[in-house]
């Protein structure tokens, strides 16, 4: 299948997906499937990396992840959303990122702790 096939394999999806969930109905910004395609290769490679807060830091921008699903997703500086099921894949990866990260610091607590305590 060519690349240009999946996108639009992709579009056909989301589409199906918005129809679907009424949530997605109503969205701040128009949906960019240039950005939406850079975000996934970027989750693909990179991950979501937790931030904390309202946003999700890569290298060369923020990632605003609140106000579910009306502007899930936008640049912290643009107008533009990611596709419906990339929203849902940007909530899912961040709060796995979180859970990950505030379960490491219990442990890391936990075994100061057990330390002080001998």
Same mark, same amino acid.
């Given at each position: ?13 989301? @589409? ?8 997605? &109905? /109503?969205? *701040?910004? $128009?949906?960019? =499937? ?19 807060? @309202? ?7 923020d990632? &605003? /992840?609140? *106000?579910? $699903?009306?502007? =899930? ?32 610091k ?13």
């Open positions: 299948m060519k690349p240009y096939e999946k996108r639009i394999t992709w579009r056909i999806k989301n @589409a199906l997906f918005r129809i679907t969930h009424p949530s997605f &109905w /109503v969205q *701040n910004y $128009p949906t960019d =499937y240039e950005y939406d395609y850079y975000l996934n290769k970027l989750m693909d490679e990179k991950g979501v990396p937790w931030s904390g807060g @309202a946003k999700v830091s890569y290298e060369n921008f990632l &605003w /992840v609140c *106000n579910w $699903p009306y502007a =899930y997703g936008t640049t912290m500086d643009g107008e533009v959303l990611p596709a419906p099921l990339t929203r849902v894949r940007v909530k899912r990866e961040s709060s796995i990122s979180f859970i990950k990260k505030e379960l490491e219990l442990y890391s607590e936990n075994i100061q702790e057990t330390h002080s305590r001998k």
